[in-house]
């Protein structure tokens, strides 16, 4: 004999479709953002897609762009969760006087090797990388999050890490310049202009591993460098 659910079950259980039918219908509008554009893809697209009704996208995001949006937050929640493991880290560092030179280099090196997992690995990562080329070219809702995410994660430790390395302020526009031409070396993979060069191998295991370790080469030599009088 079954036995009925109680209350709390029955709660638990709605909560879990509820939050099953809201993952389908973002991933179903990240892979039509990506493809079609934001103007391209229509909601009845994405319902059909994730296979439900139409009332369901205005029940759980409002209307097109409050969907749009919470890709978005989707997405700066997954760089929170890539870089929970070095960020803690980079901001101790900074807050030591007594940090050396050869400590902040490595952990420079360690929050571009943990970028490069971002954009070549997880899921619907090709959608991802296409969705943020299209944000920037249509201008889209939510672009100004996009790039206060990545300024905020990535792109200011980063500067400041390489301007204490340097020994300089992080207003020195020669350290923007340096932080933009080493992030670069990890954006150039999120380029779909990428395709006939790595069409053998993609980004497998060994791949990512190679690309790691190229940036680390770049990155201690650019740091080793800086300690170099000119």
Do not use: W
């Not at 980079?90 to 997992?117: G, I, K, N, Q």
């Not at 020195?172 to 070396?185: C, F, K, N």
């Amino acid at each position: 004999m079954i036995e009925p659910q109680t209350p709390v079950r029955r709660r638990l259980a709605v909560q879990a479709r509820g939050e099953d039918t809201r993952r389908r219908i973002l991933e179903t509008a990240l892979d039509l953002f990506a493809a079609q554009g934001y103007e391209g893809a229509s909601t009845r697209q994405i319902a059909d897609g994730a296979g439900v009704n139409l009332p369901a996208i205005q029940y759980y995001f409002g209307n097109k762009e409050g969907l749009y949006r919470a890709i978005i937050e989707d997405i700066v929640a997954d760089t929170e969760r890539h870089m929970a493991g070095v960020s803690p880290r980079v901001r101790a560092a900074l807050d030591r006087a007594d940090t050396t030179p050869a400590e902040l280099t490595e952990l420079l090196c360690d929050m571009l090797e943990t970028f490069v997992t971002l954009v070549t690995s997880g899921a619907q990562v090709e959608s991802r990388r296409l969705f943020f080329a299209r944000a920037e070219v249509e201008e889209t809702p939510g672009l100004d999050r996009l790039h206060d995410n990545g300024m905020r994660q990535i792109f200011n430790p980063c500067l400041a890490l390489l301007s204490r390395i340097h020994g300089k302020p992080e207003t020195d526009p020669e350290m923007t310049m340096r932080t933009m031409a080493l992030i670069g070396q990890v954006v150039i993979f999120c380029s779909n202009n990428k395709r006939p060069i790595l069409a053998a191998t993609g980004f497998d295991e060994e791949s990512v591993r190679l690309i790691k370790q190229i940036v680390r080469d770049h990155t201690l030599a650019i740091c080793r460098a800086a300690a170099v009088p000119r």
